[in-house]
């Protein structure tokens, strides 16, 4: 997987998060009166029926007048929300609440490592430049979604919302927030996948899933990458984690809004220095492996960088783009296929 094709990616964390409450059904049953005092009681019960129900149509005809749109109409829908977001394929993993993380995603049984756990279609992709104002671009995308849909999508967290702004009233800007804060790179655009939005957060080994999308099915795959016991939380990752610590939970905190404490940044201070100069090493590591382009470092060396990525990998329990690292070994070897560098003759490959 390539971490940063995560543009921009938070769980629910439990705040901003949008949940509808159910409401309790009215009873249906109504016993009349005998006696004149009860039937006044009875008369004035129903005049503050009448009042209440006045009230409260004026209430919801407001909020719908105010300017909430299609997403407020959703929110003020008196059934219980759709579990959209809450199907795993195959029963591998159920959606549960987490202490001090919101939602997250457990695994039901043993998942194998490669094994696929999910793939999901986006709700909408979003183009890298649009035309309109981005708010309105969020708010036609989502007119066109079903009603589950909304709700899934409505029950995703946000960050960063516009402080002037009230996030009840104001859903076209909250349904942008929630579209920054989850939205993920969908080939040449970035979509939204509310299933997939519900895996956590790990750093470097701390993850055990990675995702990759299939431009041509226009689907989202989710994969282990690690052997997953059941009872396990599944954990992909935001960003780029082969960075010390302490930028990692920066990065975090400032674009997601959480601090991670997931298995790396809770290791000790000997432990997480190890691991913190082993990410570096594997990060520098890739950076030189990638001037082997212009020739700047020759075939022999870059399959040194290949071997030794690999070894600083199996050392981390850093799993994650071998893939990526393997195929570009193969163009590596190609290229030197007939002993001697042939930039010319690999580029026309
Ligand atoms: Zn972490």
């Known amino acids: 997987m390539a971490p940063q094709t995560r543009r921009v990616l938070k769980q629910e964390k439990g705040h901003g998060a949008k949940t509808a409450k159910k409401q309790s059904p009215v009873s249906s049953s109504t016993v009349l ?13 129903i005049i503050q029926t009448l009042l209440l129900s006045i ?3 004026l209430g919801l005809f407001y909020a719908w007048y105010s300017g909430a749109g299609d997403a407020q109409k959703v929110l003020v829908n ?15 993993y159920a959606v549960v609440d987490i202490p001090g993380k ?5 695994a039901t049984r043993n998942i ?7 793939t999901e ?8 430049t649009i035309q309109t104002s981005p708010v309105e671009f969020i708010k036609e995308k989502l007119a066109l979604t079903s009603e589950p849909q909304r709700w899934a999508f409505f029950n995703l967290s946000y960050v960063n919302f516009p402080k002037d702004k009230d996030p009840l009233r104001d859903v076209d800007h909250l349904a942008f927030a929630i579209f920054e804060t989850n939205a993920v790179r969908a080939g040449k655009e970035v979509g939204v996948f509310p299933r997939m939005a519900r895996l956590n957060h790990g750093c470097s080994s701390g993850f055990n899933t990675v995702y990759s999308y299939r431009e041509t099915e226009g689907t989202l795959y989710i994969h282990a990458i690690k052997p997953i016991a059941v009872g396990e ?3 992909t990752t935001y960003t780029d984690t082969k960075k010390p610590r302490h930028q990692r939970r920066s990065f975090l905190q400032q674009t997601y809004g959480f601090g991670c404490t997931c298995s790396v940044c809770s290791l000790p ?7 913190d100069s082993r990410l570096s090493a594997m990060a520098a590591n890739w950076a030189r492996f990638a001037k082997w382009i212009d020739g700047t470092i020759n075939g022999v060396e870059a399959i040194e960088l290949v071997r030794e990525i690999w070894k600083l990998g199996d050392e981390e329990g850093y799993g994650s783009e071998r893939g990526r690292l393997a195929a570009d070994a193969v163009w590596v070897a190609a290229g030197h296929s007939d002993g001697s560098r042939k930039k010319d003759s690999f580029k026309a490959l």
Request: hydrophobic share 35%; proline share 11%.
């Open 102 to 106: 919101g939602k997250g995603a457990i």
């Open 269 to 275: 201070e000997a432990e997480s220095k190890a691991s």
């Open 112 to 118: 194998s490592r490669g094994e696929l756990i999910l």
């Open 33 to 45: 009166p005998t006696d004149r005092s009860a039937a006044n009681s009875w008369r004035t019960a």
């Open 233 to 235: 939380e599944l954990l």
């Open 78 to 92: 008196q059934r219980p929300p759709p579990r959209y977001d809450e199907v795993a394929v195959g029963a591998a």
């Open 55 to 57: 009230g409260l149509s």
């Open 121 to 128: 279609k986006p709700l909408f992709t979003v183009p890298p």
